[in-house]
């Protein structure tokens, strides 16, 4: 696998600033406010993110989508975060025994999911 290709009507570069931030990855050098791509590269050498201008906005769920788990992080201070930088909660999957997954929403509408992280505690219900 080559790229996972975002379509945005905004500008792809703010859109890549946005996973840029959410993921601590940064966007290639030569991408400018504007461009109609933006490109984050995985130094792991991993699919690449590529952001890319559409003229039509999105108008269903998405078919595939990102679970994020957090490292070093709670699943509430990832929500947090990704509030902070511009997300929005669409749904709160938290199950009392602390499993689960929020659902959220990038500034274009593309879903995802935060996991628990590694500093959550599951409840045994046994």
Not at 23 to 29: F, I, N, S, T
Not at 76 to 89: F, P
Request: some cysteine; overall charge negative.
């Amino acid at each position: 696998m080559h790229s996972l290709t975002f379509d945005c009507t905004g500008d792809p570069y703010d859109l890549g600033l946005f996973w840029s931030g959410l993921l601590g990855r940064p966007l290639a050098d030569d991408d400018k406010p504007g461009d109609p791509e933006a490109l984050i590269e995985d130094p792991d050498g991993g699919p690449r993110l590529l952001f890319v201008r559409v003229p039509e906005g999105k108008t269903a769920k998405n078919r595939l989508h990102f679970d994020l788990r957090p490292v070093g992080r709670t699943r509430a201070a990832e929500v947090e975060r990704a509030l902070a930088l511009g997300a929005r909660v669409l749904a709160d999957r938290t199950r009392p025994d602390g499993r689960g997954w929020v659902l959220m929403a990038d500034p274009e509408g593309n879903e995802f999911c935060v996991e628990r992280g590694d500093l959550d505690e599951v409840s045994d219900p046994h």
